[in-house]
Nanobody
Framework: QVQLVESGGGSVQAGGSLRLSCAASGYRFNRYCMGWFRQAPGKEREGVAFVNTGGRSTYYADSVKGRFTISQDNAKNTLYLQMNSLKPEDTGIYYC???????????????????WGQGTQVTVSS
């Protein structure tokens, strides 16, 4: 049974940093695409960062490029999202997700991700 468990959310002031973690279990970790999505109140879910855990290629949404870094630790079966220079518009629930199919270029739409964590709240105050 595949499980994804996020942690590391919290409340910070603008300009601060947080690191989110996503512990994966129940499948081979360094094989599929994984991503971080977020959803703010009243807004649609947005994909912010993706990694092909087999090849390590990454993709970032323009809104977070240069501020967020997605990474993985294969020994710990854990995906990370380092978030620096946080802005109030980064506020939302952050979810990690994984595909169960292989891709050369990771999809960026949530509908193509099969497994999801429960989410962790990030709140950035001005």
């Amino acid at each position: 049974q595949v499980q994804l468990v996020e942690s590391g959310g919290g409340s910070v002031q603008a300009g601060g940093s947080l690191r989110l973690s996503c512990a994966a279990s129940g499948y081979r970790f360094n094989r599929y695409c994984m991503g971080w999505f977020r959803q703010a109140p009243g807004k649609e879910r947005e994909g912010v960062a993706f990694v092909n855990t087999g090849g390590r290629s990454t993709y970032y949404a323009d809104s977070v490029k240069g501020r967020f870094t997605i990474s993985q630790d294969n020994a710990k079966n854990t995906l990370y999202l380092q978030m620096n220079s946080l802005k109030p518009e980064d506020t939302g629930i952050y979810y990690c997700a994984s595909t169960d199919s292989l891709y050369f270029n990771c999809p960026r739409m949530g509908g193509q991700y099969n497994y999801w964590g429960q989410g962790t709240q990030v709140t950035v105050s001005s």
